[in-house]
T-cell receptor, first 114, second 111 residues
Framework: DGGITQSPKYLFRKEGQNVTLSCEQN?????MYWYRQDPGQGLRLIYY???????QKGDIAEGYSVSREKKESFPLTVTSAQKNPTAFYLC?????????????FGPGTRLTVL | AQSVTQLDSHVSVSEGTPVLLRCNYS??????LFWYVQHPNKGLQLLLK??????LVKGINGFEAEFKKSETSFHLTKPSAHMSDAAEYFC?????????FGTGTRLQVFP
């Protein structure tokens, strides 16, 4: 099955801890994205990557970091600098970074800070 | 700058009745537009896409949307709602370098 996988499905973090969310795709897509979704709101772009070894900040990058060492993987680290990290995190990919291309979404990771 | 307004935060319908989810966008040019659906605690799935080829766009699961430039609207419709249609729906214009997400419309379907 081709698609995007995210792990874990649920994640709990203590105050002051860094956590890393996994995103893997086997669609051979060049572009990958991380979004944050809060209740009653749309998706907000955290980071995106147009190609391996390159990534760009989105609208709400503060307190987050990413890497893109492999085409199929785009992990997101939520650092202790992110003051309100409790949210639903969605990873997506598209064939390339042209914004008119369909983005394919993973099932999401729900992060809760204890 | 591009923006999107989904006119209803919640819509409730009975099973078997028509569905109308309203979307207005603002743009200085004819945009590309998507409708995505999100079931609870799931990722988003593309319902349909407008790219100026035809103003009436048919999507999956019986949904369709009509692009009306004069009204800057891209409303989503379905003739007969099914219980499985209960979800969050997002109208998403394509910006210069990213997708523009609105706050969504939650569709409830009653038996």
């Amino acid at each position: 099955d081709g698609g995007i996988t995210q792990s874990p499905k649920y994640l709990f973090r203590k105050e002051g801890q860094n956590v890393t969310l996994s995103c893997e795709q086997n669609l051979n897509h060049d572009a990958m994205y991380w979004y944050r979704q809060d209740p009653g709101q749309g998706l907000r772009l955290i980071y995106y990557s147009q190609i391996v070894n390159d990534f760009q900040k989105g609208d709400i990058a503060e307190g987050y970091s990413v890497s893109r060492e492999k085409k199929e993987s785009f992990p997101l680290t939520v650092t202790s600098a992110q003051k309100n990290p409790t949210a639903f995190y969605l990873c997506a990919s598209s064939i390339d970074a042209a914004s008119y291309n369909e983005q394919f979404f993973g099932p999401g990771t729900r992060l809760t800070v204890l | 700058a591009q923006s999107v307004t989904q006119l209803d935060s919640h819509v409730s319908v009975s099973e078997g009745t028509p569905v109308l989810l309203r979307c207005n966008y603002s743009s200085s040019y004819s945009p590309s537009l998507f409708w995505y659906v999100q079931h609870p605690n799931k990722g988003l799935q593309l319902l349909l896409k407008y790219t100026s080829a035809a103003t009436l766009v048919k999507g999956i699961n019986g949904f369709e949307a009509e692009f009306k430039k004069s009204e800057t609207s891209f409303h989503l419709t379905k003739p007969s709602a099914h219980m499985s249609d209960a979800a969050e729906y997002f109208c998403v214009p394509v910006g210069a370098d990213k997708l523009i997400f609105g706050t969504g419309t939650r569709l409830q379907v009653f038996p």
